[in-house]
């Protein structure tokens, strides 16, 4: 496997001390600018005036909320800006919905997110306080509604934050929570940084941590996430696109820890495909999944170069899950082929290695398509106990020192479409 690409990711993270320098040119305090910070005060156009005036300013600036709670509409951030959100300051979404208009996403009208880039570069997020998207207002504003986690639905939500066709981006030190939709979306963007921060929400719709959607040159270091839905969901267009997408590619996670959620995953919009992932040191405490990996035919595309490494799981109700039948983990029995399209999912050259898992309910599903099995999949060193077994079709997989003890006694079903070799 090559991971060229990754060593480049890595590489792009000595500009950002460049980046921080430019930064220190000008200081702009939201309050001097009109912003209250007081909790009931709406401080949009305050807190834009001053991301206004200090992106005047050539080389950027700082534009600082400190003391307080910053109540807010949608607010955008431009080039050369640090964002600086306080350990004792909170930017608190505005609790109308009327204060966030029209906006669109991924070829889909919705709602502006809280806090936006536009072809922006050069920006940072940082100072050790909290957003804080204000979701229940939206959450209960979808109670009962059908579909409302799809993109460009008649009740639309904000996203949380949205670095769109921007790139040299750092999130540091900062929490990111209850976002009204996915939380942080990097959109068609490039050289992305997550450090040592936190993303949080309650049991809550579609509250995904951390979205990259059709970008590249990522990186994701020490993140907690404790979230609504996907810990960490890698994406590159939506349902039934009609392209063409662009991919998401070179995205390294380390040493995170995920708790609440839908775990780590890749999908299920991936019409414009993945390529080169590599996770390591991961571990996760009480997760839906583990491993996920997750398309359809109506959402697929060429997924490869994949490498989970070093996971540890406590009580993930489902330690792998490679599927092509997303939102179901598998069929019942065989079933018929039908035709490749452009949206048929194509997994292959996966390795999961040093993985282990304790306390879950199934093992796994590792199940491609008739048309297009998951193919060149590696296990080694994994050791899963579940109440149910590791079940394989329509993929071609070697368990090389794996072991799964499941309640049920099956441990590893391998269906008569798989083709799995065993290395003790």
């Not at 997020?125 to 986690?149: F, L, P, Q, R, S």
Request: charged residues 20%; negative net charge; proline residues 5%.
């Amino acid at each position: 496997m090559r991971w060229s690409g990754l060593v480049v990711a890595a590489a792009l993270i000595a500009p950002q001390a460049l980046v921080s320098q430019a930064h220190a040119a000008k200081i702009c305090d939201v309050r001097h600018f009109g912003a209250k910070g007081d909790g009931t005060t709406k401080d949009t156009a305050a807190i834009q005036r001053a991301i206004d005036s200090c992106a005047a300013n050539k080389g950027g600036g700082t534009v600082t909320l400190a003391g307080g709670t910053f109540v807010s509409g949608p607010i955008e951030l431009k080039s050369g800006i640090t964002f600086s959100v306080a350990k004792d300051a909170t930017l608190l979404g505005s609790p109308d919905r009327s204060d966030f208009g029209t906006y669109t996403f991924a070829g889909k009208t919705t709602v502006l997110p809280l806090v936006r880039t536009n072809h922006a570069e050069n920006v940072v997020i940082t100072g050790g306080g909290i957003i804080d998207g204000n979701g229940h207002i939206w959450w209960d504003y979808i109670k009962g509604v059908k579909d409302a986690g799809v993109l460009g639905t008649d009740h639309p939500r904000p996203l949380g934050i949205v670095f769109d066709h921007s790139k040299h981006i750092r999130m540091e030190d900062i929490t990111m929570q209850n976002a009204g939709m996915w939380q942080i979306v990097p959109y068609y963007s490039d050289d992305l940084k997550f450090l040592n921060m936190k993303v949080l929400a309650p049991k809550s719709p579609n509250t995904d941590a951390i979205d990259p959607f059709s970008s590249s040159n990522i990186l994701m270091d020490h993140v907690f996430s404790s979230v609504g839905d996907d810990n960490v969901a890698i994406k590159s267009g939506a349902i039934d696109s009609p392209g063409p997408d662009d991919p998401s590619h070179d995205i390294l996670i380390r040493d995170c820890t995920f708790e609440q959620g839908h775990g780590l995953s890749i999908g299920s919009e991936i019409s414009g495909g993945v390529y080169n992932v590599h996770a390591e040191r991961i571990h996760f405490k009480g997760t839906d999944q583990g491993i996920r990996i997750k398309a359809n035919r109506d959402r697929g595309h060429d997924v490869r170069n994949i490498t989970f490494k070093d996971i540890d799981m406590v009580d993930v109700k489902t330690a792998i899950l490679i599927t092509e039948y997303y939102p179901h983990p598998a069929p019942e029995g065989e079933v018929p082929a039908e035709p490749i399209g452009r949206l048929t999912p194509f997994f292959h050259d996966i390795r999961i290695e040093n993985v282990h898992a304790t306390g879950g309910a199934n093992a796994g599903t590792i199940v491609g398509l008739p048309e297009s099995p998951v193919k060149d999949t590696i296990l080694t060193n994994v050791d899963i106990q579940a109440k149910t077994a590791l079940r394989i079709a329509y993929a071609e997989v070697i368990l090389d020192h794996v072991t799964v003890k499941s309640d049920d006694g099956a441990n590893i079903i391998i269906a008569p479409t798989a083709k799995v070799t065993k290395k003790p």
